[in-house]
């Protein structure tokens, strides 16, 4: 009776942790997907660690882990700090998020190069930390592997922007139109390239154009001016 009750609460055990020792790859990736598709962030990163574990050389499992990593950043944008604690907490577990996903995207180029979701991921983080020069490279690869992704054009345009190189921001400023086509976007874009360049009646013309259309853009526009100190 003894032995019969130890095994029963073992097995009871087992239930409640929800244990899935035992799971192949597959089984663990379907976990994630299906964790991540209820909005269940923890459990789905844990499914694919435990995937990653079984089979590191898998490309898709580090983006599926890396994405939610980012999903997580994103996510925590919305979280309020209602005292400097908070912050400084708020902080560091973005630290450690970013961490943790750039890591991964870089597990991802490492296994598959030509992976341009994962490089243009790694670009926006080098251009978020204001690392300017190693960003506008990785989105120039970006383009080199996927030439028909506008956003790229973009970002490597705002890159450029940063170092002074001001006629390739403006060459792929067009490029990125010819792409998308977004017209306040568009202008947008130039606007701050000339502003950037110290064309001042070039950026205050087309300023004027946005706010005409009654474009957000106008507002965005106005506060890169106040940041960079532009008259």
Partial sequence: MALRKILFLFLMFMVLSGCDKGLTFDEYMKKGEDYASQGKNEKAIEAYKKAVKIRSGDANAHYALGCL??????????????NSNEVEEQKKKRRKLTESMTHEYK???????????????????LYNNQHYQEALDEYK????????????????????????????????????????????????????????AKDYNKGFELQTRLKDMKSSYYERLQSFKYSNRIP
Wanted: aromatic share 16%; hydrophobic share 40%; proline share 1%.
């Fill in 69 to 82: 990593y980012f999903k997580e950043l994103v996510e925590m944008n919305h979280q309020q700090a209602f």
């Fill in 107 to 125: 597990q991802v180029l490492d296994i598959d190069t030509a992976n341009w979701n994962a490089r243009y991921m790694i670009a926006t983080d």
């Fill in 141 to 196: 690869k970006v383009i080199k592997y996927n030439p028909q992704y506008a956003v790229a054009y973009s970002m490597l345009a705002e890159s450029q922007l940063t170092v002074g190189a001001y006629a390739d921001a403006f060459k792929n400023i067009e490029l990125a139109y010819k792409l998308d086509s977004d017209t306040e976007n568009y202008l947008y874009s130039l606007a701050k390239a000339y502003y950037s």
